[in-house]
C-alpha cells in the first residue's frame, strides 16, 4: 500500500515504550512466554496504554498489525497451538 510503513519489532518495542535493543528484545520474549490459553493483551505485564495500543491497532487492522501478530507468536513459542488465535479469543 503506498505511503504504508513496515514496521519491524525494535519499532513496536520502541511505540509501547520498552527497551528496543535487539538483546532487550529477546530478553522480554524469553522472560514473557505465555501459556497457550492466555490472550496477549491480558498478559500482565503491560500497562494498561500498553494493551490500549495492542488492542487498537488489532482490532483497526493497522499498519502494526503484522509485528503485533509475529510478537504474540513469539511469546507463544513453548505452546503448540494456533498462536494467532491467541490475541482475541
Known amino acids: 500500500m503506498l505511503g504504508q510503513t513496515d ?9 509501547l515504550g520498552l527497551d528496543n535493543d535487539e538483546a532487550s528484545i529477546e530478553k522480554f520474549i524469553k522472560e514473557h512466554q505465555l501459556d497457550h490459553s492466555q490472550r496477549l493483551i ?7 496504554k500498553q494493551r490500549a495500543f495492542l488492542q487498537e ?3 483497526r487492522d493497522a499498519v502494526w498489525v503484522e509485528i503485533i501478530d509475529e510478537l504474540n507468536a513469539l511469546l507463544h513459542t513453548s505452546s503448540n497451538t494456533d498462536n494467532k488465535s491467541n490475541l482475541h479469543k
Open 42 to 48: 491480558d498478559a500482565d505485564f503491560w500497562t494498561d
Open 7 to 15: 514496521y519491524v519489532m525494535a519499532d513496536l518495542f520502541a511505540q
Open 57 to 59: 491497532e488489532w482490532e
